[in-house]
Structures are given as structure tokens and as C-alpha cells.
């Protein structure tokens, strides 16, 4: 099999699984997506940034493309796993709302750090890593302000309170 399309496959694979996995924390929903087109935009606007730097990729690199790309989808993959990190986080006595914030910081960092390693070991122009990071950039000011916005309760609050596992069984 030649190597570009070892490189493809391979890409594809990782892209799924991480595709997947962030399906799954997103709808694991933390008490604060409440309703299915929050739970897909939430998912669109994370796929995103990998879908514009793979088309980026496809239309601007001539040599190393899908060596590049395979090492990207690696980095999504990554930052991907290091959502199951939320399950150390339940035990410790912080509420869902930081549960959720700390494994989806450890992602970003995990991602961005595979990302700079993928364009680094790629030879790249460090103008690859800038794109992804105003990309990233872009996706969490997305998130926040459009898909948590939907439910206004998170900045009061309310949700997360009412989600919160240490209190769960005083409301019960």
C-alpha cells in the first residue's frame, strides 16, 4: 500500500474515533446542553477547525500532505482521549461544571502541544501552528458564546448547581 494512502486511512481512522469521542463527552451534556441542535452545533463547531486545516492542507502543501495530516488527526485524536479524563476529574470534590472545564482544558492543551509537535516534525512554516491556534482561537470563542449561550442558566449558574454530584443527592 503506498504510503499516502496508509497516511489517508490512518487519518481517517483517527478523525472518526476522535469525531466520536467528542460526540460522546458533548453528550455526556454536564447539566447544561439541553437540547439536541445544541449537542450538534457544539459538535460542528469542534469538528470544524479540523476540517478547515485539513482542506488547508489538501490545497496548500505539495509535499508531506498527508504525512501532515495523518500527524493532525493524531493531535484531534489526542486532545479527543484526554476527554476521559473527566472521569478523575468526578472523583474529586469539584462540581460538573468544573469536571467538564478541566478535561476540556487538559484537551486543548493536549491537542495544541501534538499540533505544534505535527507541524514541527512536518518541517512546516510555525504560520501552520498561528492558523490553528486562530482556528482554535475562534472555536472556544464559538462555544461559548453561541452554543453556551443557548442555555442561559450556565452564567447564573443555576445549572451546574443543580448538576452538581456532591449535591445531587441533597436535591433528591
Known amino acids: 500500500m503506498p504510503a499516502n494512502t496508509r497516511n489517508a486511512i490512518t487519518a481517517i481512522i483517527n478523525f472518526a474515533a476522535s469525531v466520536m469521542i467528542t ?14 441542535g445544541a449537542i ?4 460542528v ?24 495530516i495523518r500527524r493532525m488527526s493524531f493531535a484531534s485524536l489526542a486532545g479527543s482521549c484526554a476527554m476521559f479524563s473527566v472521569y478523575v476529574f468526578r472523583y474529586i470534590p469539584v462540581s460538573s461544571w468544573e469536571q467538564f472545564t478541566y478535561a476540556t482544558v487538559l484537551a ?27 482556528c482554535l482561537i475562534i ?11 443557548l442555555h442561559p442558566g450556565i452564567v447564573t449558574n443555576e445549572v451546574s448547581q ?4 456532591r449535591k445531587k443527592s ?3
Open 170 to 172: 441533597e436535591i433528591s
Open 23 to 36: 460526540a460522546w463527552f458533548i453528550e455526556q451534556k454536564f447539566g447544561y446542553m439541553v437540547t439536541p
Open 45 to 68: 463547531v469542534a469538528c470544524t477547525k479540523w476540517v478547515v486545516m485539513v482542506i488547508a492542507a489538501i490545497i496548500l502543501l505539495e509535499t508531506n500532505k498527508w504525512v501532515f
Open 162 to 165: 443543580f448538576f452538581d454530584s
Open 108 to 134: 486543548l492543551l493536549v491537542m495544541t502541544i501534538f499540533f505544534f509537535k505535527a507541524v514541527i516534525n512536518t518541517r512546516l512554516s510555525l504560520k501552520w501552528f498561528a492558523a490553528w491556534m486562530v
Open 40 to 43: 450538534l452545533l457544539s459538535n
Open 139 to 149: 472555536s472556544v470563542v464559538l462555544q461559548v458564546k453561541v452554543v453556551f449561550s
